[in-house]
């Protein structure tokens, strides 16, 4: 099993940054592929961006493609999502989540284990 715990969240006007982390915990980390999500009130729980687990392939959702990037250090055992030209629809509580698979939906992962506390991000306009 691998344990997740979201940081990095917090109030930024329209047009700012953000940098989301993800540390893990346990050995397996880096044999994981991994995906940040995000829940806005009212909504269901959506996909953002996913990355393989050496690195190399990364997929995201269209409203963010171009905004946001997603690495991984996995000496460190973290996963961040750099989120730039933040605009007011990206405000939601961001998670993190080692997948498995997706299914027959990018929103509807399988993860390892369960899904955290998730970092609260703001984005005045």
């Known amino acids: 099993q691998v344990q997740l715990v979201e940081s990095g969240g917090g109030l930024v006007q329209a047009g700012g940054s953000l940098r989301l982390s993800c540390a893990a915990s346990?050995?397996?980390?880096?044999?994981?592929?991994m995906g940040w999500f995000r829940q806005a009130p009212g909504k269901e729980r959506e996909f953002v961006a996913h990355?393989?687990?050496?690195?190399?392939?990364?997929y995201y959702t269209d409203s963010v493609k171009g905004r946001f990037t997603i690495f991984r250090d996995n000496a460190k055992n973290t996963v961040y999502l750099q989120m730039n030209s933040l605009k007011p629809e990206d405000t939601a509580v961001y998670y993190c989540?080692?997948?498995?698979?997706?299914?027959?939906?990018?929103?509807?992962?399988?993860?390892?284990?369960?899904w955290g506390q998730g970092t609260q991000v703001t984005v005045s306009s």
């Open positions: 989540a080692a997948v498995t698979s997706y299914g027959s939906s990018w929103s509807a992962p399988t993860i390892v284990g369960s």
């Open positions: 346990g050995r397996t980390f880096s044999s994981y592929d």
């Open positions: 990355i393989d687990w050496s690195g190399s392939i990364t």
